[in-house]
């Protein structure tokens, strides 16, 4: 079966400091891979998505930068966060196609900005 | 462009009273659509999904949601509120061969004891 795993689980960041979020998933290939952002009272943002290693496509002009650099490796980074890059971020995955193919997402890593 | 509108951004329901959260989709062409559920500081994970191949759908602990055409709804709804329900609810229609979603904005469901 299919996992998807983020991490870290929390992550507590000065205002200026560097992001680095990773996002994995095993027993699948190829997949479609996805970032978003929950702020808070608020609903999920796309941030980013990859249909392929080095494939990425962005959403929404921002701070932020995604790399795909393995077929099953997402990561989510910063060079300088700001105190509205805050909130709650949310990897997911799916299988290729567009024939109603579900997303399936890890379990989220809450980012505070200090 | 396709878009999901969620009414209520807060339900509350009794345990064991009937649970109705209200989806209406905009969409051009046949949508596929789902319902999510989150838990507190955790991931949405998949209730159920709307691909076309019947207009009454069965989802994981006991929700189910209708596809209507004419009103162009997706209500997701269970007939006995748990306790274990209370979470935040979220419709999408997906769009394009990339898979992505268009969400609502979410509705949180309360259960009273």
């Known amino acids: 079966s299919q996992t998807i795993h983020q991490w870290p689980a929390t992550l507590v960041q000065p205002v200026g400091s560097p992001l680095s979020l990773e996002c994995t998933v095993e027993g699948t290939s190829n997949p479609n891979l996805y970032w978003y952002r929950q702020a808070a009272g608020r609903g999920l943002q796309l941030l980013f998505y990859s249909v392929g290693i080095g494939q990425i496509s962005s959403e929404v002009p921002q701070n932020l930068s995604a790399s795909r650099p393995q077929d099953r490796q997402f990561i989510l980074s910063s060079k300088k966060l700001l105190l509205s890059d805050s909130g709650f971020y949310l990897c997911?995955?799916?299988?290729?196609?567009?024939?109603?193919?579900?997303?399936?997402f890890g379990d989220g890593t809450r980012l505070s900005i200090l | 462009a396709q878009s999901v509108t969620q009414l209520g951004s807060h339900v509350s329901v009794s345990e064991g009273a009937l649970v109705l959260l209200r989806c209406n989709y905009s969409s051009s062409v046949p949508p596929y659509l789902f319902w999510y559920v989150q838990y507190p500081n955790q991931g949405l994970q998949l209730l159920l999904k709307y691909t076309s191949a019947a207009t009454l759908v069965k989802g994981i602990n006991g929700f189910e949601a209708e596809f209507k055409k004419s009103e162009t709804s997706f209500h997701l709804t269970k007939p006995s509120a748990h306790m274990s329900d209370a979470a935040e609810y979220f419709c999408a229609v997906q769009r394009g061969a990339t898979n992505k979603l268009i969400f609502g904005t979410g509705t949180l469901l309360a259960v009273q004891p």
């Open positions: 997911a995955w799916s299988h290729r196609g567009g024939n109603g193919q579900p997303q399936h």
